[in-house]
């Protein structure tokens, strides 16, 4: 069932490992329609539009959206500033964010990484394993199964993650004998 122009597209719950909770951030077009202390995500050309004034004084509320054609490049010399960075995933088939996690990552980002869009539930342990926090969820399937706690998964992995497996072995056991 797709969304059709007339009916308003149902609101995103915010998921994390602890459980469903209320979202503290809002996404907002410009700094200016957010209030003097609400946290606030921006899309990636509004974020760089700000002034260095502008970006210490919203320090520690604020966010910035990348979409997957946008690079992680840009915001790198920022990274220590955000407290959030919201990766978006526009179409389940489009992978290009699991990178950009990874990335930020590697980068040295310590902050809170959210995963918005077209999130589902086959996706949400790889998303964990790569380094997301946060889940905007608004799939009906997904917003079910992970209100019963059941997130799936595989529960051996030998690739290397930014959040390390939690079976306590990792690429060793595939050497063992049978």
């Not at 700094?31 to 609400?38: S, T």
Request: hydrophobic letters at 45%; glycine letters at 8%.
């Amino acid at each position: 069932m797709t969304d059709s122009p007339t009916e308003p597209r149902p609101e995103p719950s915010l998921w994390t490992r602890e459980g469903f909770r209320d979202d503290s951030w809002r996404h907002a077009d410009t700094l200016g329609e957010a209030g003097a202390n609400d946290r606030v995500i921006l899309p990636l050309a509004a974020f760089l539009a700000l002034d260095d004034d502008a970006r210490a004084a919203a320090a520690g509320r604020l966010g910035v959206l990348l979409l997957p054609a946008e690079p992680v490049s840009v915001i790198e010399p920022f990274l220590k500033d955000l407290a959030l960075v919201a990766l978006a995933f526009p179409a389940f088939s489009d992978g290009r964010s699991y990178s950009k996690a990874e990335l930020l990552r590697r980068a040295g980002f310590a902050g809170t990484l959210r995963a918005t869009g077209d999130v589902l539930i086959d996706q949400v342990p790889h998303m964990l394993r790569t380094g997301f926090g946060e889940f905007e969820v608004k799939h009906p399937t997904a917003l079910a199964r992970l209100a019963e706690g059941r997130i799936g998964g595989i529960a051996l992995q030998y690739q290397p993650a930014a959040v390390p497996s939690a079976a306590g072995e990792a690429y060793s056991w595939r050497r063992r004998r049978a």
